[in-house]
């Protein structure tokens, strides 16, 4: 919990919550609260509990929203800040993308990559890990024995049981498995960037770009279900520095169209990225994380494998 950049110690948290409870609606970060009859959860829901979004509710009726209102800063700034302001402890899931990097880059955390053997994501992670001095990165390969086990573990969690739901949870479960394994509670990923800065393929051919983002944004709600009901099964939780509200809100200050600049997507992020890192991996346009850790190309072979050749999705309702 922060206000301006402040993190605050439990000493005035519970100082707060005695005296001003409705100072809480100024407060940045992410959190869940409980106190007497109340409950109070971060502005973009990132922890997750049984409150609305950006609510405070005592005896269950409304009393506060909450919504920090940070100095605005550029782009860079911003970023800077929000992953400062989650760097005191945690280990950075890294992949090796421009998301993860630049996480890592600044927050100078110890990082996690996963992968089968031979992956694209472990070998372009030792790349980029070497070329920007991160010497405390752990390359974790998954034995491709254990991705049935977990692959069933977390179906159940899912909002939406869809193949490519599972294989990015599946993902997931192995990185906040090894972070518990490893005495880490909080995981710093980069969730949320392809929302905000128009990662996706789709984005090369919408009609409207901004109608793209505006929709991909109001999906992050079920994905953070997703990806803290797997951390939560692992005893850790999902910190995102990309959905802190300096962020979100430089990033919706720039033009839709600017995201998507001469065929090249998240090209805000990725200009930010180049003033902390080689251009060439600022610009690389990684395989997202459950194609490039070789997982989705596993849960398609054991779909194969049990009789499912043509669908995944029956493998999985299977499963289920």
């Not at 600044?106 to 992956?119: D, E, F, M, N, Y």
């Given at each position: 919990?922060?206000?301006?950049?402040?993190?605050?110690?439990?000493?005035?948290?519970?100082?707060?919550?005695?005296?001003?409870?409705?100072?809480?609606?100024?407060?940045?970060?992410?959190?869940?609260?409980?106190?007497?009859?109340?409950?109070?959860?971060?502005?973009?829901?990132?922890?997750?509990?049984?409150?609305?979004?950006?609510?405070?509710?005592?005896?269950?009726?409304?009393?506060?929203?909450?919504?920090?209102?940070?100095?605005?800063?550029?782009?860079?700034?911003?970023?800077?800040?929000?992953?400062?302001?989650?760097?005191?402890?945690?280990?950075?899931?890294?992949?090796?993308?421009?998301?993860?990097?630049?996480?890592?880059?600044?927050?100078?955390?110890?990082?996690?990559?996963?992968?089968?053997?031979?992956s694209h994501d472990l070998n372009h992670a030792k790349e980029v890990a070497l070329s920007l001095g991160l010497q405390e990165t752990h390359f974790v390969?998954?034995?491709?024995?254990?991705?049935?086990?977990?692959?069933?573990?977390?179906?159940?969690?899912?909002?939406?049981?869809?193949?490519?739901?599972?294989?990015?949870?599946?993902?997931?479960?192995?990185?906040?498995?090894?972070?518990?394994?490893?005495?880490?509670?909080?995981?710093?990923?980069?969730?949320?960037?392809?929302?905000?800065?128009?990662?996706?393929?789709?984005?090369?051919?919408?009609?409207?770009?901004?109608?793209?983002?505006?929709?991909?944004?109001?999906?992050?709600?079920?994905?953070?279900?997703?990806?803290?009901?797997?951390?939560?099964?692992?005893?850790?939780?999902?910190?995102?520095?990309?959905?802190?509200?300096?962020?979100?809100?430089?990033?919706?200050?720039?033009?839709?169209?600017?995201?998507?600049?001469?065929?090249?997507?998240?090209?805000?992020?990725?200009?930010?990225?180049?003033?902390?890192?080689?251009?060439?991996?600022?610009?690389?346009?990684?395989?997202?994380?459950?194609?490039?850790?070789?997982?989705?190309?596993?849960?398609?072979?054991?779909?194969?494998?049990?009789?499912?050749?043509?669908?995944?999705?029956?493998?999985?309702?299977?499963l289920v």
């Amino acid at each position: 919990m922060e206000i301006n950049g402040k993190i605050l110690s439990e000493k005035e948290i519970e100082e707060i919550l005695c005296k001003n409870p409705e100072k809480i609606s100024e407060c940045g970060g992410e959190f869940l609260l409980t106190w007497n009859d109340c409950i109070a959860r971060d502005h973009f829901g990132i922890i997750p509990g049984d409150c609305p979004p950006g609510k405070m509710l005592c005896s269950g009726i409304e009393t506060e929203t909450i919504s920090p209102d940070p100095d605005t800063e550029s782009l860079e700034i911003a970023i800077e800040k929000a992953v400062k302001l989650r760097s005191s402890n945690g280990v950075v899931a890294f992949s090796g993308g421009v998301d993860s990097a630049l996480i890592a880059k600044i927050a100078k955390r110890p990082c996690v990559t996963v992968g089968l053997k031979g992956s694209h994501d472990l070998n372009h992670a030792k790349e980029v890990a070497l070329s920007l001095g991160l010497q405390e990165t752990h390359f974790v390969e998954i034995p491709a024995s254990d991705i049935k086990k977990a692959l069933k573990s977390v179906i159940p969690l899912l909002p939406l049981k869809t193949p490519v739901e599972a294989s990015i949870a599946t993902t997931i479960f192995f990185i906040t498995r090894w972070a518990h394994e490893n005495g880490y509670e909080k995981i710093i990923a980069g969730q949320g960037a392809d929302e905000l800065f128009g990662g996706y393929a789709r984005y090369l051919d919408t009609e409207s770009i901004e109608d793209t983002l505006k929709s991909d944004f109001e999906s992050l709600e079920r994905q953070g279900r997703r990806d803290q009901a797997v951390a939560e099964k692992n005893g850790t939780y999902i910190s995102c520095p990309y959905l802190d509200v300096r962020v979100v809100r430089a990033a919706k200050a720039l033009p839709p169209e600017s995201m998507v600049t001469d065929g090249i997507r998240k090209y805000p992020l990725r200009k930010v990225a180049s003033m902390h890192m080689n251009e060439d991996f600022a610009f690389y346009g990684k395989k997202a994380m459950q194609y490039g850790s070789g997982i989705m190309k596993e849960i398609q072979k054991l779909a194969r494998d049990n009789g499912y050749k043509n669908s995944v999705q029956r493998y999985i309702d299977h499963l289920v």
